[in-house]
C-alpha cells in the first residue's frame, strides 16, 4: 500500500519517539510499583494513570505512521530503574523522563519543520502542548515533595494527589455530557 511520503530523517524521529513513548510508559509502571510497596497510592495510581498515557501517546505515533503506509517498528524496551531511596528520587525520576520527552518532541517537530512535513507538525503540535502541562505538573510535584518533609507530609500529598485524580476524573466526566 503506497503511503503518504515520509522523508527518512522525520520516520527516524517519529519511530524513536514511539519507543520512548512506550518506554516511558514502562518506566512509570516501576515508579507507581515502588509507591505502591510504599503504601502511597495516590501515587501509584498516578504513575499508573501516566502510564497508560504514555501508551495512547504511542498509539497515536503508532496511528499517524500507519495512516500514512508505514509499518511502525518497536524496538526493545529497557529494565526500567526500580528502587529508589526515597520519594523525592521518584518525583526526580518522573521529572526527567517528562523533560527527555519534550527535547524527543521538540527534535521531532524540528525534523519534520526542517523537511516541510506537515502531517506530522500537525499530530507534534498536539504532543508540544501535552509536554508543557506534563512538565508543570512534574515540576509542581517535585517542588511539593521536597516542601513534604514533617512528620505526616507524605501522606497529606499522597491524599492530594488521590483528590487530584478524583476531581479529574470527574471534571474530564462533565466535559463529555
Known amino acids: 500500500m503506497p503511503g503518504i511520503a515520509v522523508k527518512p530523517t522525520v520516520l527516524a524521529e517519529l519511530q524513536r519517539q514511539l519507543n520512548h513513548e512506550l518506554q516511558s510508559a514502562h518506566c512509570y509502571l516501576s515508579l507507581a510499583a515502588w509507591c505502591d510497596l510504599?503504601?502511597?497510592?495516590g501515587f501509584a495510581r498516578y504513575f499508573?494513570?501516566?502510564?497508560?498515557?504514555?501508551?495512547?501517546?504511542?498509539?497515536?505515533f503508532v496511528r499517524h505512521l500507519l495512516d500514512r503506509g508505514i509499518l511502525p517498528v518497536f524496538a526493545t524496551i529497557e529494565a526500567p530503574?526500580?528502587?529508589?531511596?526515597?520519594?523525592l528520587d521518584v518525583a526526580k525520576r518522573a521529572q526527567?523522563?517528562?523533560?527527555a520527552n519534550?527535547?524527543?518532541?521538540?527534535?521531532c517537530y524540528a525534523a519534520a519543520g526542517a523537511e516541510h512535513d506537515y502531517p506530522a507538525q500537525v499530530l507534534l503540535q498536539w504532543f508540544i502542548t501535552e509536554q508543557v502541562e506534563?512538565?508543570?505538573?512534574?515540576?509542581?510535584m517535585v517542588a511539593r515533595v521536597?516542601?513534604?518533609?514533617?512528620?505526616?507530609?507524605?501522606?497529606?500529598?499522597?491524599?492530594?494527589?488521590?483528590?487530584?485524580?478524583?476531581?479529574?476524573?470527574?471534571?474530564?466526566?462533565?466535559?463529555?455530557?
Request: net charge negative.
Open 38 to 41: 510504599q503504601n502511597l497510592k
Open 48 to 60: 499508573s494513570k501516566q502510564a497508560a498515557e504514555e501508551r495512547v501517546h504511542a498509539q497515536k
Open 81 to 87: 530503574p526500580a528502587n529508589f531511596a526515597t520519594l
Open 96 to 99: 526527567s523522563m517528562e523533560q
Open 102 to 107: 519534550t527535547a524527543g518532541v521538540n527534535a
Open 134 to 140: 506534563e512538565e508543570n505538573w512534574a515540576d509542581d
Open 146 to 177: 521536597q516542601r513534604s518533609n514533617c512528620a505526616g507530609g507524605f501522606g497529606d500529598l499522597d491524599r492530594h494527589i488521590e483528590r487530584y485524580l478524583t476531581e479529574e476524573g470527574i471534571n474530564a466526566a462533565a466535559a463529555v455530557s
